[in-house]
């Protein structure tokens, strides 16, 4: 596990002369981040952070619906594409006709990989500074996906290489993700700054008055081919309990097959509001994740902070949030390994109590929302002029 580097609170007057300026993915949008059920988990930082900075903007590809949202948002700037202008013409609207790009003190800062040229080009032309956040290794996703030398992959790799060059400070999520762009793209290690994903842990708690079931496996992810979930409903088999899985995504109706060819009990649950997983979460006996590849799993993380037991795939990225035995199980990526993980786990009430306890202490120690609330805090400091 990752340890976690104190952090001394930077000068509130320094920080109030900060003016941060979210730039969302290309073509996001907030009704997006709405529908995915993922808007109260987005804005939760950018929510603490506003009390502490001059101010936040956010800008967004959504058209005038994000308008909507500025009643759930109070203090912070909606600029959105109200006009559904063709990109390159809501990009000169940006640069020209945006007051709150042009502040003196701002810092212009990525919510993902894709789009990250547009800020940066932005924040060349205002002159402000550039902070390039990344949540997961754009780059090494499409490696998995379409092979290292796939078109897709490397302009992935020119796209990481031109921002990160640009940027004045990069944020990645995980130790591994600073290495690959240390080595892919020769960028000075001193440059990078690892901030986890945070969870909410408040709203993420474990339920004193909960009665989980004994015999429920639950799985929060898209149903995609890197989430390895047709070697999951595999390794159900024979096993005396129920999975119910929450997401969506293009393999629903194989796996709702595959999981009738093998006789294994799975519900499948859709996409939920982010409100609504912790009581599902506290409902389940353990969560399991095992993905071929991974960023940093928000889910896995609030699963976590349940106090719930996790199963985890034994890849890199989980390996830097679970220590086998501890305060969770690693798991190999095959149906034997999955089946005898998920066996050990579910025939030991004491060692779930065990790694659900010490997930709690993890979720506490390395990634409340308070704690990267300051980590986010010094490093704005740093880039203030």
Known sequence: MTQTTPIFPPDPATLKQIHL????????SLLAWEKGGGFHREVALYRALLPHLGSITFVTYGDKRDLA??????GITLICN?????LPWYQRYLTWMAPPLRKTGAVFKTNQMRGSDI??????????????RSGFSFSFTMKQREGREAPATQQALELEKRVFEQADRI???????KTMIINDHGIDPQKITRIPNYVDTDLFAPNPTREPSTKRLIFIGRLEAEKNLFNL?????????ECWLVGAGTLKEKLQQAAQQGGVTCRFLGSQPHEALPKLLNSATALILPSLYEGHPKTLLEAMACGLPVIGGDIPAIREIITHGENGLLTGLEVSDIHQSVQQLFSQPDLQTKLGNQARRYALDHLSLPLIVQQELALLAEMSP
């Open 171 to 177: 944020v990645v999520t995980t130790a591994l993700m």
């Open 82 to 86: 109200r006009w559904k202008l063709p």
């Open 119 to 132: 800020p940066a080009a932005l924040a060349r032309k205002l002159s402000q500074r550039f902070l390039s």
């Open 233 to 241: 409903i595999k390794g159900l088999g024979g096993l005396d309990l």
């Open 69 to 74: 949202f500025a009643s759930r948002l109070p």
């Open 21 to 28: 300026v979210l730039f969302f993915t290309q073509n996001m």
